[in-house]
Structure formats: C-alpha cells, structure tokens
C-alpha cells in the first residue's frame, strides 16, 4: 500500500539543497550538503544522511536514514519500504540498504506527487529530522544565516546586520530558483566573513555543478531497473532474537562430563559467603556470559554492597570471579556454559551450568538477551557433536525471504 506525502516540488527541494550547499562549499565545508553527478547529498557525519536525485520525466527520488530519528530501519515487525515502489528508481542503491536496516525513509515524485510505503502511524521514519533545512523556504534562510553565524564563526550583533543577512540569503535563494546565481550574490551573505573567508571560486564551481547558474542545468540520473529478486526482511532484529531465545527456552542440555575441580570456584564460592546479605554465608548467584558479555540477576540472597564501597565495585568484583571459572571449566569439545546458578550456605554449594539451554529461573524480558553474534561465537568452538539444534537459527538468512 502506498501514501502520498506532502513534499515542496521537487525543483524547489533542488535549489534550496543546491543554494544550502554551494554556500557551505563557498567557505571550505563541501562535504555536508553537496551536488555530485549522481545527485544531491547531506551527510552529518554523525550517521544521518540522505539523497536527492532528479530524473527525467519529472520525476526524483528521496532517501536517507535518521540515525535517532528512523523508527522504519529497526521496527518491529519489519517495514519494507520498497513495497510498491516504481521500477525507475535507484534500486542498486536502495536494496542494499534496506536489507542492512540502514534505510529510514525513501519517496518518490511522479505524475506530480509524492509517495511512499504506508507504515504504521507512531513510526518515525527520520525525514524531516534529516532534510528539513530543504522542506520550506523559511528553514532554507534559517539554515543560509546559520552558515554565516555557525559555520561562519560570525556574529551577528546588531538587528540590521540580521536583516542584511536575511535579505542577502532571500536574494541568493531567488537567484537559484532562476538559475541566474552570480558571484556577487555569495559575496552579500558570504563576504562578510574573515574565518574561514569566502572562496568565491569554489562558491561558483558547486553552484555551477548543481545548475543554478546561468547556462547550466542540475545533473539527472538514468531509471534504474528494479531486481529480479531481491532480499527482504521477515524477522526484524527482535523477532529473530525471539525466535532463537525461544527454541533455546525449549531446548534440552546435552549429555557432557562434569567440569574438572578448580580452584576458580572455592575462589567464587568464598567471595560469595564473604558476601552474604545476612551475614549468615547464604547467598546466591545468577549470571549469563559468553566471550564478550556478561549480566547478573539477583537471586533469593543477592551478593550485599558493603558500607562505602566504590559504584559498580560489587560487579566488578563478581564478573572477574564468573569469567575466571568459567575460563577454567572450559572444554576445547564441548565449550563453556552460558548460564550459572550458584547458592552457597555456611555449609553447602549448590551449582547448576547450562550450555545449551535458557533456563526457567534467567527472566526473559522479550527485549534483552544473548546476542545471535556472541551465540554464534561461541557455538563456533564447540566441536559439532556439542552444538544444540536451535544454532540454525543464528543464520542470519533467517530472517530474510526472496522477494
């Protein structure tokens, strides 16, 4: 199902991106908003990114991704935004990124009007967050004087040095639209700074590069043709989690030799009667680790803080002690456990490993867990005859169907 999207058109979107960057490049930054041969580009360098590109026939396409704004990427269930899209767009471009959940919104303009995949309402898919400084001629001009005061390092002291700004960005931003913009026009809102000063030349070359000066024209890309087959989500990130956590729920430990005695435990023993809520020697231990995590539940007599003890030490302390043993329980054939229950009294010990398995007494919030990756890590040095049968699950192909 499709939607259409209240967008400017796109030769104004155009020469608001193009005046935006062509100003930028005029005082040494040609790398946030720019024009190339295959379009236009705004990259924040902090993840957020979007394209701009124009075709013939009146049409154009929009796409990026919101690195804090593009709930589409990572939703959950999985958005394809390419449902229903023409054939003509930039698909060599566009199915990668989807299938790496790095595309946050694409639209596109044909037979005068924008569209889009329709998606859940409450899904924000980064857009106006990514390109608003283009969505109307107001933010274009607000976006022109942060340039001279932001980027230009120039303060604007007085209501009359604000005005001339604003009247020298309208001017720049009307000579666009006419494709007529000269150098004089750079240098009303531009000249005005020392550092960095205005390179008028570079000004002119970007300007010219994006045709809105005169005697040139904004570069156009050829209609691409969309994929025989391509790769689309079925699993968003959590689903397949949940997929794997659940089977891991469902599994059954597989019949191995008990760990050899080591000293790693009579250490870990020790230090949890030492911390003993009660002060009685009863205390308990719930911990997940794997080669690069590990987190901790608390159990009926959860390991006691002592008085001024440093933030985090208690944890510190714990984790040294869990990883230790489970180094040294390790087997070469048959790895390391996942899950460790400890209870220990004044008297007695009382331990249950799981390496196959989650068990009923680790809590499953639906949202956090085992990372697939660390899974498959450790799945990997295992010897295949000690691997569960939900380890095809960490496939990521899995979450994938042929589209």
Known sequence: ??????????????????????????IGYADVWFVDDQGAHHDDHGGSWARFALLDGARAVLYGYGREHSGTADADPPIDLLTGAPDWLPWENLSPLAENDQLGFVVWHAEGRWSRARYREGVGDGLVEVVGSVLSAENTLVELSEIVT??????????????????????????AVRGEVSGSAFERLLGRLDDPALNLKAALFAAGRAGITSGTRPPRIPAGERPALRRVRRLSQGEHDRLVWSAMQDASELRRPAPPAVSALDDLVGWLRGRSPAGDGRCSLLAYADATSLSAQPGEFPPAERPGEERFALFHELADRVRALRAAESDPRYGRWLFLRVEVSASGVQIERRYDSWPDWWPDDGVSGPWRTNLQEEMDRRAAAWRPGWITLLDPEVAYRPV
């Not at 999207?5 to 062509?22: E, F, H, M, Y």
């Not at 932001?150 to 604000?162: A, F, I, N, V, Y």
Request: hydrophobic share 45%; aromatic share 6%.
């Open 1 to 26: 199902m499709l939607t259409d999207v209240d967008l400017p058109a796109p030769g104004l979107l155009w020469t608001r991106w193009a005046t935006i960057s062509a100003a930028l490049a005029g």
């Open 150 to 175: 932001e980027w230009g390092r120039h303060d604007l002291r007085t209501p009359s040095e604000r005005d001339e700004v604003r009247a020298a960005g309208e001017q720049l931003l009307a000579a």
